[in-house]
Structures are given as structure tokens and as C-alpha cells.
């Protein structure tokens, strides 16, 4: 779920910057395009693009994050030392065995 709904927020994220470089409104009257927050911020096309291509980026990196996501993240901190779980991780090869003192 987690995964869907990342990837859908990403895209939206694109479309929506795609809908504001499609729109000609922030260009009037030959403005070089729409300045913020006391000059904080600038929205033009290099910008936009830039945008743009760090969404595309962000939505790989999720699809390859989300491909790896069978395995547990934290399986040594997640188990309790002697537990079934710890045992079931360790048989699954996806943690290292505790040294015994």
C-alpha cells in the first residue's frame, strides 16, 4: 500500500508540473516566469525541469526500493535474542547469529 500510494503522489507530483510548464500564465507579457516570496523562489522553465527530472529519479528509486522489499529492514532489532522470530530470520539468512559469551 505503502508503495502505490508513493509512486501515485509522484506522479501526480509530474503531472502537475508538467500542467504548470504547459501553462503560459506564469510567462505574461514576456516575463522570464513567476518570482516568489520576496524573491525567495522562482518558478521558470529551467526550474520545472529540473523538477520534473527529480520526480522521474524519485519514482525509479522506489520502484527499486519497493523491489527489495520482501525482506525485512531491521531483522536483528525487530527479534527478541531466542525468540521464534529471531530463530525464523536467522534460518532465513537475513541476519548474522549472536555471539554467545
Do not use: W
Amino acid at each position: 500500500m505503502h508503495l502505490v500510494l508513493a509512486l501515485g503522489s509522484l506522479v501526480a507530483a509530474f503531472i502537475m508540473t508538467i500542467v504548470v510548464a504547459a501553462s503560459h500564465a506564469i510567462y505574461a507579457g514576456g516575463s522570464p516566469g513567476h518570482v516568489a516570496a520576496m524573491g525567495a523562489v522562482a518558478v521558470d522553465r529551467p526550474t520545472l525541469f529540473i523538477q520534473g527530472t527529480i520526480l522521474v529519479l524519485a519514482f525509479a528509486s522506489v520502484l527499486l526500493i519497493g523491489d527489495s522489499s520482501n525482506s525485512p529492514f531491521a531483522a536483528q532489532a525487530a527479534a527478541t535474542p531466542g525468540s521464534p522470530e529471531e530463530r525464523e530470520a536467522l534460518g532465513a539468512g537475513s541476519c548474522t547469529p549472536r555471539s554467545s559469551r
